[in-house]
């Protein structure tokens, strides 16, 4: 009975055959890791790109603002301790450290700067107006002095003073007084809206809110409806 041997030469041919399919798919097996472990850290990222946008959402509106606030606060308490720490005034390094140009851009921030923003509410006007009015105020430390000598403790009164009240006003601050409240008066006399009443003019309302309607559709339509109130009027309307 006869052997079977495997040819030497086929057996060298298919070695160099069989080690580059195995280089060739572990070089692909090494390439899916790598985008495996791409993928598992772009996954992560992602999450962690999602959690904080979530915590962004979730804050007010103006935490960044608040942000901002709170981290000068703390710069500005930290520059306070170190300034007392070594004996110096804070507010004269703070406008030691201030350049022309920033100081020149805040003043005229201020100057452009204007509080009154119109109406808004009688407690606000009212509020506006107590400011305007004690800016307006020059005190006259002579006869703050003179009255303070001549009230004694009484000057600075407790819960058990008698001389509540008993203060009386110069003739001169209740002429400051009256002069204010008269520009007062004729400033808002300026500022009325109150229309003037035109006697001359057609009568077609029955109260004041139908002759402001009637106004506006006149604005609208007037120039449409004209050559019926015409006829209207004339009575030769078909």
Not at 78 to 85: D, F, I, L
């Amino acid at each position: 009975m006869a052997s079977c041997s495997k040819d030497p030469v086929a057996a060298t041919e298919e070695e160099p055959t069989e080690t580059a399919a195995s280089h060739k798919r572990e070089e692909r097996l090494r390439k899916f890791r790598e985008l495996h472990f791409k993928r598992n850290e772009a996954r992560k990222l992602n999450h962690q790109e999602v959690v904080e946008e979530d915590k962004r959402l979730k804050l007010p509106s103006n935490w960044e603002a608040k942000k901002s606030r709170l981290e000068w606060e703390l710069a500005e308490d930290e520059k306070k301790k170190e300034c007392a720490a070594h004996g110096e005034d804070y507010h004269r390094v703070k406008l030691l450290e201030i350049t022309a140009d920033e100081a020149e851009r805040w003043e005229r921030k201020k100057k452009k700067k204007n509080p009154d923003t119109g109406f808004a509410g009688y407690a606000e006007a009212q509020f506006r107006q107590y400011q305007r009015l004690t800016k307006q105020i020059r005190p006259d430390l002579q006869s703050y002095e003179k009255q303070r000598e001549e009230s004694g403790e009484d000057f600075y009164p407790t819960s058990n003073s008698l001389s509540y009240g008993s203060h009386v006003p110069t003739k001169d601050g209740i002429d400051r007084m009256v002069e204010d409240v008269e520009k007062q008066i004729e400033k808002r006399a300026k500022y009325s809206r109150r229309r003037a009443y035109n006697d001359d003019a057609d009568i077609d309302y029955i109260n004041e809110r139908n002759a402001k309607f009637n106004k506006k559709a006149e604005r609208f339509y007037g120039k449409y409806t004209a050559e019926i109130k015409q006829n209207l009027e004339r009575g030769t309307a078909v």
